[in-house]
Structures are given as C-alpha cells and as structure tokens.
C-alpha cells in the first residue's frame, strides 16, 4: 500500500493529509520546486537521471506531499515509510530534504519564527506589538538545590530503581 497524491480526491481528504486544501498545496508546490532547484541546482527528475537508483519519490510534488504528510500524521519513521512504500532510512532522509526546502521557503517570506535571540533587548523588541506571550516552561532543568529542605521544593517524585 503507497500513498499518493492522486489519492486525495475531496477537499477533507487534502486537509487530513496536508493540512492544506488543494489550491494552497498548488502555490507551496511553485515555491518548493523553485527553492528546490536553488538548494540543488536541477530537479528531482534531472537528478534521478544521472542514478541507476529506483526512487520511492519522483517529482517535487510528491515530495512536498511527503513532507507535509509526515508533518501532519506524526507518524514514527517505520510506520511512514511503510504507509508510504519506503524504508524508515528513507522516510527519514525524505523528510530531511523536504523540510529543508520548506525551512528555506519559510525563512525567505518570513514565516519562519524567530528561534535563537542573542539577549534579552533582542527578545523584547522581537515581541514588542506581541499582547500576550506563553512560553512552555514546564520540563526546564534546574541544578539540585544541596539543602535537604529546599530539595523538597523541587522533588519530582519519580521513585529510584530498586536493585
């Protein structure tokens, strides 16, 4: 069983799959194909030429379908490689190589957001006309308080593995 985008034929099924309604994949799919020839110089097809490899992917669109697909399922490399006719290596470098155009389209119409800042004066004008701001904090690493009553404070409570 494979995967394809001739299989989507509603609008529900390009949303379930993509995240994206047909006429939105088709403008992405412009941009993939002219990020992806800047990024390696000749098509998909071009490339597969000079290789006596069979590929799973064929053209740009099916490896922007790919990309999204993985993106949306959440699928482990070995459950999409098997939805999609692949190896989980496969899977795995294909989603790499997608993602890498989609990261280029998205830092050059800036979509893309803002990661690393290099301080705080960085970080306030960056969100300056932003109302509010949730940051998820939960997990953050602390160093372990030597008192054995501030300790307490910070206990997560998962107990020690008992020999």
Not at 23 to 46: D, N, T
Not at 93 to 109: H, P, W
Request: with cysteine; hydrophobic share 35%.
């Amino acid at each position: 069983m494979k995967i394809r985008v001739s299989d989507l034929t509603t609008e529900r099924k390009w949303r379930a799959a993509t995240g994206c309604d047909k006429q939105r994949f088709e403008k992405l799919l412009e941009l993939f194909k002219k990020v992806y020839m800047e990024i390696h110089g000749q098509s998909v097809e071009e490339r597969q030429v000079k290789t006596n490899i069979q590929y799973c992917l064929n053209s740009e669109a099916e490896l922007l379908f790919f990309t999204l697909f993985s993106l949306k399922s959440g699928l482990t490399y070995d459950l999409l490689g098997l939805v999609c006719g692949m190896e989980a290596s496969n899977a795995k470098r294909n989603q790499k190589a997608g993602l890498k155009v989609l990261q280029r389209i998205f830092d050059e119409f800036g979509y893309a957001p803002k990661r690393n800042f290099m301080n705080l004066k960085d970080f306030e004008s960056y969100f300056a006309d932003t109302e509010d701001l949730i940051i998820d904090a939960t997990e953050q690493r602390i160093q372990r308080p030597s008192d054995k009553e501030t300790q307490k404070q910070y206990y997560s409570g998962k107990k020690k593995l008992i020999r």
